[in-house]
């Protein structure tokens, strides 16, 4: 009996210490592997350079549409609660409950000073992100005053 529990433990040691050594090359890098793209970059130069520079510009591209949609979402936000609030205002006239009014007007100025905040934060982030939904902002104004191009002219823009 006891020669099968130092048998178990011996072969428990030995699986944890296999676990470990198959797992040990996940969590570090290859050092070989890391010097040898080192000198392969050393090489190269200025190549090495541009394309850092290349992944820069990329990561500048996914934030600015990152901004771009996180304003849209914003503004669709505001748009809803500015909505109600508005309604709510002009029911409350209709009754007559001026407490209510005032309550709800107030409730609006505090959403349009979250709003403006929310806008400055996120266009600081990154203009370029703020131009392109300004852009987005541009064409649905347009075409809530009428001024918009219709689905075929759109289309025919694109072709």
């Given at each position: 009996?006891?020669?099968?529990?130092?048998?178990?433990?011996?072969?428990?040691?030995?699986?944890?210490?296999?676990?470990?050594?198959?797992?040990?090359?996940k969590?570090?890098?290859?050092?070989?592997?890391?010097k040898?793209?080192?000198?392969?970059?050393?090489?190269?130069?200025?190549?090495?350079?541009?394309?850092?520079?290349?992944?820069?510009?990329?990561?500048?591209?996914?934030?600015?549409?990152?901004?771009?949609?996180?304003?849209?979402?914003?503004?669709?936000?505001?748009?809803?609660?500015?909505?109600?609030?508005?309604?709510?205002?002009?029911?409350?006239?209709?009754?007559?409950?001026?407490?209510?009014?005032?309550?709800?007007?107030?409730?609006?100025?505090?959403?349009?000073?979250?709003?403006?905040?929310?806008?400055?934060?996120?266009?600081?982030?990154?203009?370029?992100?703020?131009?392109?939904?300004?852009?987005k902002?541009?064409?649905?104004?347009?075409?809530?005053?009428?001024?918009?191009?219709?689905?075929?002219?759109?289309?025919?823009?694109?072709?």
């Amino acid at each position: 009996m006891k020669r099968w529990v130092i048998v178990l433990m011996v072969l428990s040691v030995l699986v944890f210490v296999a676990t470990q050594a198959w797992a040990a090359p996940k969590d570090k890098p290859d050092r070989g592997k890391m010097k040898a793209a080192a000198e392969k970059a050393e090489t190269k130069g200025e190549a090495v350079e541009e394309t850092a520079e290349e992944k820069a510009g990329k990561g500048d591209e996914k934030k600015a549409e990152a901004v771009a949609k996180a304003l849209a979402k914003e503004e669709d936000k505001h748009r809803k609660r500015v909505a109600k609030l508005e309604r709510i205002i002009e029911l409350q006239k209709e009754k007559g409950n001026a407490e209510a009014v005032t309550q709800a007007e107030q409730s609006l100025a505090n959403e349009m000073a979250r709003h403006a905040r929310v806008v400055a934060r996120l266009t600081g982030e990154s203009p370029e992100g703020a131009a392109e939904f300004e852009k987005k902002m541009k064409k649905v104004r347009d075409t809530e005053k009428g001024k918009g191009k219709t689905g075929k002219e759109e289309e025919e823009d694109e072709d």
